[in-house]
């Protein structure tokens, strides 16, 4: 079974927003243990974190960075996690990607995750 799967990326003009996906295997989702977070990685560059969320308690953690442009939410009955970009600039260009973790103690540390989905690609254009 898919654990995580990712959908929403697409080409944008520099200034647009875009709503990205993360579809969670149900028995991952439900568990009081599994933060999902998003990361990103640009061409020549290591992955970074951007946003994550608990999908049973809710809390939410940002990249200091991202925390005024990106925002993390969840869809409880769907299973979904869901990363809305607004303002978006050239250098968000990147792979993003979503994923899984039990008692995730730094949620934006990609090295805290197990499972991870394909990525899906945004591209800014100025």
């Known amino acids: 079974q898919v654990q995580l799967e990712e959908s929403g990326g697409g080409s944008v003009q520099a200034g647009g927003s875009l709503t990205l996906s993360c579809r969670v295997a149900e028995a991952t989702y439900n568990s009081r243990s599994n933060c999902v977070g998003w990361f990103r990685q640009a061409p020549g560059k290591e992955r970074e974190g951007v946003a994550a969320i608990y999908t049973v308690g809710g809390s939410t953690y940002y990249a200091d960075s991202r925390k005024d442009r990106f925002t993390i939410s969840r869809d409880n009955a769907k299973k979904m996690v869901y990363l809305r970009m607004n303002g978006l600039r050239p250098e968000d260009t990147a792979m993003y990607y979503c994923?899984?973790?039990?008692?995730?103690?730094?949620?934006?540390?990609?090295?805290?995750?197990?499972?991870w989905g394909q990525g899906t690609q945004v591209t800014v254009s100025s």
């Open positions: 994923a899984a973790g039990d008692w995730v103690g730094s949620p934006i540390d990609l090295y805290e995750y197990n499972s």
